[in-house]
C-alpha cells in the first residue's frame, strides 16, 4: 500500500520561500517519477512539478519555472518541493501524486495518478 505524507506548509509573505516535503511509503521514490499537484480556491487541479525515475529529469508548469524545484531524497524516501519567490497567485492545497507501478514517465494531468497525500497548505499574503 503506497502512502504518501506532506508536510511544511504554512502562511508567508510574498516573496518568501517555504520548502514542502512529501514522506513516501510502500514504495521507493527511486524507482518511480513523482510528481506535485496544487489546488487553489475555485481552480482545478493543477501540474506544478515534476521528477523522472532517475531523477536526471525535472518538468515544471509554465506558472512556477525558475522559482519552484522538484528533488528527490533516496534516502530519506522523499520527494520535496523548494517553493521561492512565493506569491499569492501560489496560494492553494498542495498534493504530492505518485503514479501506478510500471509508469515510467512524469504526466502532467491529475488522471494518470493512483496515489495522492491528504495536501499541504500554503497561503501566501500580498
Known amino acids: 500500500q503506497v502512502q504518501l505524507l506532506e508536510s511544511g506548509g504554512g502562511l508567508v509573505q510574498t516573496g518568501a520561500s517555504l520548502r514542502l516535503s512529501c514522506v513516501v511509503s510502500?514504495?521507493?521514490?527511486?524507482?518511480?517519477?513523482m510528481a506535485w499537484f496544487r489546488q487553489g480556491p475555485g481552480k482545478e487541479r493543477e501540474f506544478v512539478a515534476g521528477?523522472?525515475?532517475?531523477?536526471?529529469?525535472?518538468y515544471y508548469g509554465d506558472s512556477v519555472k525558475g522559482r519552484f524545484t522538484i528533488s528527490k531524497h533516496n534516502a530519506k524516501n522523499t520527494v520535496d518541493l523548494q517553493m521561492n519567490s512565493l506569491r499569492p497567485e501560489d496560494t492553494a492545497v498542495y498534493y504530492c501524486a505518485a503514479p501506478p507501478d510500471f509508469t515510467s514517465r512524469v504526466e502532467i494531468y491529475a488522471g494518470p495518478y493512483d496515489y495522492w497525500g491528504q495536501g499541504a497548505q500554503v497561503t501566501v499574503s500580498a
Open positions: 510502500g514504495r521507493t521514490v527511486s524507482s518511480y517519477p
Open positions: 521528477i523522472s525515475r532517475s531523477g536526471n529529469n525535472t
